[in-house]
């Protein structure tokens, strides 16, 4: 609505909108797993209909990864 202002995001110590030290590299980690599984597995479920063997479960995986490496970067700044 106009006029209002956006909520306050919550901040760590120093101002800034990333996780604490302690849980960046997990964050990071988790991103790339995150997307090597999910894109992984969309690329097995392609090969599964289409009838081919580990083609799409492939390109998936390295899309999954290259995604996880955008969110890395994009979000930690890394």
Request: proline fraction near 5%; hydrophobic fraction near 40%.
């Amino acid at each position: 609505m106009t006029g209002q202002k956006p909520p306050d995001k919550s901040r760590g110590e120093d101002g800034s909108n990333l996780p604490p030290d302690s849980s960046v590299g997990m964050t990071a980690l988790s991103y790339l797993i995150a997307g090597l599984l999910v894109w992984g597995g969309i690329g097995w479920l392609v090969d599964h209909f289409v009838g081919t063997r580990g083609i799409f479960a492939g390109i998936g995986s390295v899309l999954g990864i290259a995604g996880g490496v955008y969110l890395i970067v994009r979000r930690l700044g890394a």
